[in-house]
Structures are given as C-alpha cells and as structure tokens.
C-alpha cells in the first residue's frame, strides 16, 4: 500500500467536493490501485466554511502552515488567481511537494518556471482538471498521445460559451438574455468576461499546445477573440447554409511552426462538433499515426472537476521517476505562425445600398483579393438589404484586404462580420 | 533515463508497424519522456518476413527464445490466438517479463489468471490496442476514472459492423453486398465471422466490463447477436422513425449485478453515437462523478494500433510500483444480471396478412404483456404487407413473451424482427 497525504488549499466549490469524494471513494480506490488517499490539512481563509463537510481541526487560514507540515505529500492548489497560486505552488514544490492543481490561468501565464522547478526537484505538476473538466485530455495527451506525432488539436474548451451558443442556434435568445439565462442557471459567473472574450479557451489551448508541440505556448502567444459580436442574425444565416457556429480554439503545427487561436467558428452540421451541446467540452486531435481521435465530456463542475484532481493524486502516487512525463515536457522551442498565415474560408455579412450592381461590386472586390465566393445568400430590402457570402478558402491576410476593401465601398454601410469557417 | 528492451512476438501488419512508429518516434519519445525504446528480439515463424523493414539479426523463428533473453524487459505479444498466446504471456511474467498485448480474445477468454499472475509476479500487463485501437479507453478508465463511479459503459467497438452498418444507411446495398465491399476495401476479414457475429465486440465489452466494475466479465458471460439479419428495410423503416442501427455494446451496473451484451440497437440521430461513421469506434462511460465522457477514434490499423501499442510501454516504464493501476484489478465479485430482467424499448417488425382487425389483434397481443406501442408504420399490402412498431420501454422478458404470442398469431406469417431501442 502506498499512502498520498493531501494539503487542500482552497475549500470552494472544488475543493469541498475532492473533500467529499475523496471520503465516499477511499476504500475503493485503495482496494482497486493499492493507493490510501488521505487529506491532512485544508487552508481557507474564509473561516465560516470551517468544519463544514469535514473536521474543524483539519482547517486553517494559513496555506503556508498547510504546505510546510512535514506529513504532507501532496498539495492541492485550489485557490485560483495568478500570483498568490504561484507563490503557493512554487513554495510546495520548493519543499519537495508534489501539486495538483486547477487553475489554468496559472499554468498558461507562469507555467514554464514551475515546470522548470518541479523538473529540478524531482517533482511533479498534474493538471488534468484545468483543461475540460472531468474529460481526461491532459492525461491522454501526456502519456497516450506519445507515438502519435500530433499535429493539430483543437475544440470546445469554455462550456459557458458553448451553453451561449447553444441556446442562440436553439432561438431562445439574443447574445445578451442567453447570457443572463446563463448566468441564472449557473453555466455563466456573474462576471462573464474572461469566458465570453475567449481569454478562458485561451488559456487553456495554450495548456494543450504546450503539450502537443512539446514547445511552451503562453496565454500572450495566442489570438483570440469571443463570441459577443454574434448576433442571433449570424446564427441563422449559418444554419441556412449548413453551419452551427461555436467558439473553437485550435492549435496547429504550419510548417514547423505553431499556431494557436481562439475564435468564433461555423462547423459544418455533420462535424462532431456540432453536437457538442450546453456546457459540454470536447477535443479533437489529429496526429499521422492516430488519424483523429475525440473526447468529450462535461467541461466543469464541482463533483466533475474534483474527480480529475482526484485521478491526477493517483496518478502522480503511480508515477515511477521523476522527469517522467509528469512534467510537461517542453523540450524544444518552435516559433510561432501568425494567423494571416493560415488558410481558412469566412462566413462575412455586410450590410449594403439595395440597389443593382451592388453585388458586381463587392465580388470584383473579393476577386482583386484572390477571395472566391463560394455560396451566397441576399435578405431583406431597402435599409435592411443584407449580403451573406461564405467564400472558398484563402489566406486570412486576403479575407482581411479584401474585407477592409470592401468596407471602404459607398454601397456597404459600416462595418462588416466575418467568421471563420471550420 | 530509463530503457525498455523490448521483445516483439509477432512481426505481421501490427508487429511491424510497431518496429517502424518505435524508429521512427523514438527520440522523440526519449526527449519527451526520458524513456528510451529499443526492440532488441522478434520472433516470428514466417521467415520470408525476416529482415523486411528491422535488421535481419533481430529475427527469429523462437518466441520463447526471444522471451528468455536476459536484455528484454517488456514483451509485446501479437501473434493472436488464445492458447498459443496465453503460453507465451504466461513464460513471460513467469520469466519477470511485464507484457503488452492487443489480444483481446486472450483476455476476455483467459485474462483472470494472467492477470492473478502479474499481480503475484510484480510484472504489468497492458492492453490498450486491444480495444479500440488508437483510441486510449483501457487508460482512461483505468487511471483516469478512479473515482468517476462508473455505472454504465457502451458504446461502438467493432469498426467492420459499423463500417457495413453505415454503407448500408447510406443505401449501398444489402448486408451482403456492403460486406464485401468492406472486404474489398480491406475493412473486413476474409472469414468476417467473429466480427459480424459480434463476438469481437463482446470481447471488448467483457474487457471494459471487468475494468468498469472491477469484477471479472468474461466473454462467456456476455450474450451477443450480430448484424447479419438486419435487412435494407430495417434501416429504412428505422430511419423514418428517427434512428441509426448500430452494433451497441453495453455495460451496466444493475441495482449492484453486472449485466453486458452486445446486439444491434436503433440510436436516436441526435444521439453521439449515431454519428459515429465507417470503421471508427467510440466508447461513453457513465458515472456519478463525471455524468458522461465519450472517447471516439479510429478502431483498428496498422499504426493506430501501434501507437497504442507504444503508449503502453512507456505506460509500464513510468509506473512505480507493482501492484498499482498496473493490472486489471478485479477486487470483488459481482453476480450478473440476465437480458431479460432489462428495461428497453423495442423496434418489432412482423409480415402480416392485408386484412381488417390484423392491427388490433397483434396490440392486443401485445396489451395483454403489458407492451405498450409508441409509434407505428404500415407498409406495403397483400403479401407484402408489414407491421412495424417502435414500444415504449418494457422488461424484455415482456418484449420476449409478446413476440412470441405475435408469431403465433395466424394473420402474421413467419418469424418476427426485434431491435432494441437504446
């Protein structure tokens, strides 16, 4: 038998549920893998939530104390925040403690010096539950994905958006009262922004390509932008020509080089992207000996999110030597491709004069550019004129000229919308 | 670094794909995690294979040889076949060899006691390629899914089923023409019949089962039927109802029995399994922790297997001890539950003569065992005539007894069709 003793830091949401499960699943999982999994200490500030759930004597309001007892193994970091998670993690890791952690805002802005740290110590960093919850991609990607020479990886990885999106393409609702319906619910926080900007699906594709790349991708390497510029319009004209539109992150090797973003995207019906619903994640990876290769799965959740930081604790008991695929292994450096670089088709809508010629106008526009339009739809009249085009594809730097071109026409009024096509 | 001597039994599409991905990968692999692979031995019988892609020195017609060396730690067994095979793991982990196999029959017929002798011998066995092919299920439930309280897995694990079963959506032809056709393209064997017969299949899910509930499901405690009697008009009266037939293996935690079985089922079109298309496969697991997780991807293939294949000898290289995650730990016994106590709802298609009162008498049939009808089309006319029915979820005890009565029924000529509804 192998004993993991556990420090908590953090007792919210997750962490009262690893808690929780944690007693409900000891004895099983100590019968099925031979690990007894035991917390010692848990550090919350907020001392109300003292003893709630769990014995008043294993609380405290210093995380530090927690860390440094010595019958500690592992510790859980639950806190969130970019700074004082560091100080804590890098603290643990300094003592020779292994961490589990959640948070991916950490690892995508100051990841590389605690991977350096724990590779030093001997250590290890498991993250599985900062990247879509429950589903074990991190995990899969690390150890499975070892002969797969990956090359791209993309998917839904932000349910509140998905859940935003979900209920647009369902009529329920504009962007806004989707949103608060969201909110409501529980599937969005009360302050939204870092999930519906694309900043949370950043951060966590730039989780995945350090690992699929084996290069270091920060939150500042990747592009994205979110999903409040789409209008139930836009979610109506896609389906019109075959498309549901959701917010993907993908991540890709151009030529040596890798690039990652996050935007909205039209994924034609039959894609299995299409039937991710509600908050739901999933992921694709393509590799040269793996074909492609999904999973899905609830991207968040108390009781979810606390059964990956629960696997991570065994996983990191089980683990053999340091240095080991615990870490994530960045043992190159590749250089980044910028998006006007990649090839793409665009769903773009422009509100135009409704007059003849207005059409000959625009596509001579896109020709110049080398942009070919592929399908094409005209709606409404007089002020209300719309044109709807989704073009063959091109370089984004041509969508790009071509699209400002055409803004500059006088039959075009304001500004235009142009989404990716998947 | 650590090194992993491999000993490779079998050098045929798999065997050598695994030499070919392990050159090819393998700094990258020892860059990545610290682990260097080399096959130091092949045993194989047929000697026109000898030095055709891996240096003919390696080769040899012994496989216990190839085992006995002193430098192989890891043995990768793929010859097939139950007996032989089992003798050759059997050497191995007698000889403190840990081995990797794709052998599903192996295990699902006589992994128990392989598995008692890994766990006495401090060796691993690993087994991921023999389940879905590249897709990581056998990891994922066994490590990632520790705490996931799993309760149901099903899913599509016979790529040569679901590759007819999808020509035959698309309307390419009958069971036999789509067969051959899957033969031609390489997607099914010469002799299809473990495959069509859904043997293969109950293979699998009696490997899933075992891992899921951690109670030992052999394969002849799976019940299985095949696809071979489902017809064109099936499909086609499935579809006008809404669904997809596929080859659905399923386990299920019931009331704290085991029940597994693998038949042809209708799958609801929004349903995730029904976009599941050609030869891919795809798994979901059910638990209380995790609500639902699906891993899709390519079921079988030369490298996909392979790359499997590898993951799981770097898999054995990190585990740390003996004991742990490492075998299929089957710590308790778990009686099984029959077909017949199920719930489901049933497709039933019956000929019938053309005349007044036939409809009635059959669901007065089918009252009288509490059967109730959900959804009806009646085709065709004269001799020609068919009933087909989609129930309402009833014991397929019920279902069974129904049917019956309706066979006997004078108006309805031959024997019926009964699909279950998942």
């Excluded at 589903?135 to 150890?143: F, G, S």
């Excluded at 998905?162 to 329920?172: H, P, S, V």
């Excluded at 909205?264 to 299409?274: C, D, F, N, T």
């Excluded at 604790?313 to 340091?322: D, G, L, P, R, W």
């Amino acid at each position: 038998m192998e004993r993991a003793r556990i420090g908590l830091l953090g007792y919210g949401t997750v962490g009262s549920n690893v808690y929780r499960l944690l007693e409900r699943e000891r004895s099983q999982i100590l019968e099925a893998t031979g690990v007894d999994l035991e917390v010692v200490g848990i550090a919350e500030l907020n001392t109300s939530k003292h003893g709630v759930g769990a014995p008043r004597e294993l609380f405290s309001t210093d995380a530090g104390a927690v860390i440094a007892r010595p019958d500690v193994d592992i510790v859980v970091e639950l806190v969130g925040g970019v700074e004082t998670a560091f100080m804590l993690v890098h603290t643990a890791l300094s003592s020779g403690k292994s961490v589990v952690t959640a948070n991916k805002q950490l690892l995508a802005n100051r990841g590389g010096p605690l991977f350096e740290l724990a590779k030093e110590k001997g250590r290890q960093i498991r993250f599985e539950a900062s990247v879509a919850g429950a589903v074990p991609i991190i995990k899969v990607m690390r150890e499975s994905m070892i002969a797969a020479d990956l090359h791209t990886v993309y998917g839904i990885v932000n349910g509140t958006t998905n859940y935003i999106l979900t209920a647009m393409y369902a009529g329920e609702g504009d962007y806004a009262s989707t949103l608060a319906q969201a909110q409501r619910l529980g599937y969005a926080e009360a302050d939204p922004t870092d999930d519906v900007s694309g900043g949370d699906a950043a951060a966590k594709m730039a989780i995945l390509a350090s690992i699929a790349f084996k290069s270091r991708v920060t939150l500042a390497d990747v592009r994205y932008e979110g999903i409040d510029r789409i209008t139930p319009a836009d979610v109506q004209y896609a389906k019109d020509f075959g498309y549901v539109i959701k917010l993907v992150g993908a991540a890709r090797l151009v030529e040596g080089r890798v690039n990652v973003h996050v935007s909205p995207a039209l994924v034609p019906e039959g894609h299995p992207l299409a039937a991710i619903s509600g908050s739901y994640n999933a992921v694709l990876m393509q590799g040269h000996s793996i074909d492609e290769i999904m999973l899905s799965g609830p991207g968040a959740g108390g009781v979810q999110t606390s059964s990956a930081v629960i696997s991570d604790i065994v996983s990191i008991v089980s683990t053999k030597t340091a240095g080991f695929l615990q870490n994530c292994s960045c043992y190159r450096h590749l250089d980044f491709c910028p998006d006007d670089e990649l090839e793409s088709a665009f769903f773009i809508r422009a509100q135009v004069e409704d007059r003849a010629g207005v059409l000959s106008q625009i596509s001579s526009v896109f020709g110049e550019h080398d942009v070919s339009i592929e399908s094409m739809i005209q709606k409404g009249h007089g002020e209300q004129a719309e044109l709807v085009f989704v073009t063959h594809p091109t370089k984004e730097h041509n969508a790009t000229a071509a699209l400002r071109a055409v803004e500059s026409l006088a039959c075009v009024r304001g500004s235009t919308m142009a989404i990716r096509v998947l």
